[in-house]
């Protein structure tokens, strides 16, 4: 009597990494050859956050795992990215991990299962998508003197794994600021120092702010505000 055996590896790494949906292509047709069947049955997914949601939100490190039904249980596998893109790492013949790159993207990762006379294969189509950074708060701090002007500004991205760092570019259309640019991991706030010049006795200022991830998205703002000129 024909015996199937069924292998599944790092099912306490699918717990731990919480169940991720995939957009799944199996071939469920098996080979004609008694003695060689072997048949790719399931692929799992998952991602350290715990999404379900089918996306995965930046370069998380996302893991495979499969399950072969094969007759004498002695076969290969192999693990592809189509794109030939991110870092793949195969663990095992049953499991791989994936770090996604940061730009938005459908990728494709194949996998082939072979005992040498006949293969199985599978793919996952992976929804990559990196968050628009925010502009949380921003306020300007005037003094009497043309020193000491300040302007704060909060940002922060949503995708916070891994960290990400924000570069916040606060330009004005007359005077200068110190320093062009700083950054900020996830959210934090900074503050720039604004020296005005060529300003007239009174006159509204506008400062454009960027906020840039690494995808790179840019979320833009402004400050206006009315100024005195001692």
Not at 3 to 31: E, H, W, Y
Not at 113 to 134: E, F, H, M, R, W
Not at 143 to 149: P, R, W
């Amino acid at each position: 009597m024909k015996k199937i055996g069924r292998i599944s590896f790092f099912a306490m790494l699918i717990f731990i990494f919480g169940l991720l949906s995939c957009n799944l292509q199996v071939d469920d047709t098996f080979p004609d050859t008694e003695n060689n069947q072997i048949k790719i049955t399931k692929i799992t997914l998952s991602d350290k956050n715990g999404s379900g949601s089918g996306t995965i939100i930046r370069a998380n490190t996302i893991m495979l795992t499969i399950e072969v039904d094969n007759f004498d249980n002695t076969y290969t596998t192999s693990f592809k990215v189509s794109e030939n893109t991110g870092i793949l790492n195969v663990l095992s013949p049953n499991s791989a991990v994936w770090t996604s790159p940061y730009k938005d993207d459908i990728y494709h990762i194949y996998v082939y299962a072979t005992d040498n006379k006949n293969t199985s294969t599978g793919v996952c189509i992976i929804d990559v998508q990196n968050t628009l950074p925010q502009i949380t708060n921003k306020s300007v701090f005037l003094t009497s003197t043309s020193a000491g002007n300040s302007v704060t500004v909060s940002a922060s991205d949503p995708d916070t794994e891994p960290a990400t760092t924000l570069s916040i570019i606060v330009v004005p259309n007359t005077g200068a600021i110190t320093p062009v640019s700083q950054t900020v991991s996830n959210s934090g706030t900074v503050t720039f120092d604004w020296s005005p010049t060529n300003v007239a006795i009174s006159q509204t200022i506008n400062l454009s702010i960027s906020a840039v991830d690494d995808n790179p998205n840019t979320a833009s703002d402004t400050i206006s505000f009315y100024y005195n000129k001692p």
